[in-house]
């Protein structure tokens, strides 16, 4: 009997629509389809495939208000928000039809070393074959370019399951690439419940598994995914650091818009800043200020910054981690306000180093400050997580710059920056268990393909 499941608007919790869950025979009547597919690829070439990406960047672009009407509804983020995503979910497909045709190996003559001379070494880079696409719920078509995009430049099918609460934006986007030239046998929505993901992670039919999400999920799919390639894009508890000769407004600002923005889901979040004694007052009182002016509320009014958070369970996790802060010592600066899915804005001071919303992910608007006297005393504190994402820092001090470049467990530091920048080309992912691979359009290609050689 086919399961089902229904949908809500985390903001007015109003009814979005009920889906049916993909049966296991249709999963494996999609699969089949996908490895059809992948002769199809075989068949096309770079620069159709280029084509066809350009296409589908034109038709995002197109329907770039409705999608972000729709993504809004399904999570809540704001109208505001959900613009940025598509600009740059149009910009993650534009760059993967320019990256589809760059796709280059190298030769190599074979006399480097005794005594295999005379040959030539063709290296040439080749598709995995079907990809599983697994996609988190806060930037659902972003996200999900970023693995549609470069699979199909690299001449893979992919096999594409957004999170549950993103069907109907998801569904779209799939129907625009149809749209766009990519074919059936090339490209597969699926929405396979719970009991099903062990044994399809499982499957031989997939080559490489490309997820995007929290650790849980992640521990879930390679231990169900055997020899299969693994691109794991996962958590962050990334670390925003105020030094003494920082733009101090620069910094707040940018510390609203990296900590809030989202309502606090981003994996780059700032969810930890760490700020130098000297200017630790001036700079708490400017952020106060500014934070107690953004609104709160509707996510589809344009003047909205912070939404609700996507479902009442968050919220309440969110809450017990404040709470579990102020048992230890922290107080309060701003927030700790609570409205149903709604978590306000909160700055928490006096903070333990080893409390848990300095330690853990906290998928929510709270800012915890931890003041500091000298930048080596918060290197192990900032290491003292199992993430590693990013960093941002706020200093033009090269020197502090490069020694905190060298010392952080991160993949990436962003100077007079937030933690949260990323811009589509760039190589982007962490360390320990932030995830294994990178994306970044070429980089994420070159991870869901192999190298063959012809030696000649
Ligand atoms: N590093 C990044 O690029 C990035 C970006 C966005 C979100 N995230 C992380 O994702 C988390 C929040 O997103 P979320 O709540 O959607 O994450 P989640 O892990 O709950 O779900 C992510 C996706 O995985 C699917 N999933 C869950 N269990 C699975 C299994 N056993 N097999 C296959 N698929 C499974 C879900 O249905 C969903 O599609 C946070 O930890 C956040 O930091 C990371
Ligand atoms: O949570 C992260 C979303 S993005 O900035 O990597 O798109």
């Avoid at 999570?75 to 993967?96: P, Q």
């Avoid at 180093?353 to 853990?360: G, L, R, W």
């Avoid at 007079?416 to 811009?423: A, E, H, I, L, S």
Wanted: overall charge negative; glycine content about 8%; some cysteine.
């Amino acid at each position: 009997m086919t399961q089902k499941y229904s949908l809500v608007n985390p903001y007015n919790n109003e009814p979005l629509g009920e889906y049916n869950y993909s049966t296991w025979t249709e999963i494996e009547e999609k699969l089949a389809l996908l490895k059809k597919g992948q002769k199809t690829q075989n068949k096309t070439a770079a620069f159709e495939r280029a084509n066809v990406l350009m296409s589908l960047a034109s038709l995002l672009k197109e329907h770039s208000e409705e999608m972000a009407k729709l993504i809004t509804l399904e999570t809540g983020k704001t109208i505001s928000d959900s613009r940025v995503e598509m600009v740059r979910a149009v910009n993650a497909t534009i760059a993967s039809a320019e990256e589809a045709r760059q796709i280059s190996g190298e030769s190599l003559d074979s006399d480097a070393y005794a005594p295999a001379g005379g040959k030539i070494g063709v290296v040439c880079w080749r598709p995995l074959g079907t990809i599983f696409c697994i996609t988190p719920f806060n930037f659902p078509i972003n996200i999900a370019m970023h693995k549609i995009g470069p699979a199909y430049a690299a001449g893979n099918s992919i096999l594409f399951k957004p999170g549950p609460q993103n069907t109907a934006s998801s569904l779209f986007l799939v129907d625009l690439c149809y749209q766009a030239g990519i074919p059936k046998s090339v490209l597969q929505f699926c929405m396979p419940p719970l009991s099903d993901l062990d044994r399809l992670n499982a499957h031989p039919a997939i080559n490489a598994i490309n997820f995007t999400g929290g650790t849980a999920a992640a521990n879930a799919i390679s231990a169900a995914a055997g020899y299969k390639k693994l691109l794991l894009e996962l958590g962050g508890n990334d670390p925003l650091i105020v030094m003494d000769d920082a733009d101090l407004k620069a910094a707040a600002q940018s510390a609203i818009n990296h900590r809030f923005a989202t309502a606090g889901q981003r994996c780059t979040a700032a969810k930890r800043l760490f700020v130098h004694a000297s200017v630790y007052q001036e700079f708490r009182d400017i952020l106060v200020e500014k934070s107690s002016a953004l609104v709160v509320g509707d996510p589809m009014k344009d003047e909205t910054f912070v939404g609700p958070v996507i479902h009442q369970a968050a919220a309440n996790e969110i809450r017990e981690r404040i709470e579990s802060a102020l048992k230890e010592g922290a107080t309060v600066a701003l927030g700790n306000k609570y409205e149903g899915a709604f978590v306000y804005p909160t700055i928490l001071e006096n903070v333990s180093a080893n409390s848990e919303v300095m330690i853990e992910e906290t998928f929510g608007p709270v800012m915890p400050l931890y003041k500091f006297e000298d930048v080596e005393e918060i290197i192990p504190i900032i290491n003292n997580t199992a993430y590693g994402l990013q960093a941002g820092i706020f200093s033009n001090n090269l020197k502090v710059i490069r020694h905190l470049f060298e010392e952080l467990d991160v993949g990436t530091l962003a100077t007079n920056d937030g933690p949260g920048f990323r811009t589509e080309h760039f190589p982007f992912g962490g360390v320990k268990e932030s995830g294994v691979g990178r994306e970044g359009i070429k980089y994420a290609i070159r991870e869901m393909s192999y190298t063959k050689t012809l030696v000649i």
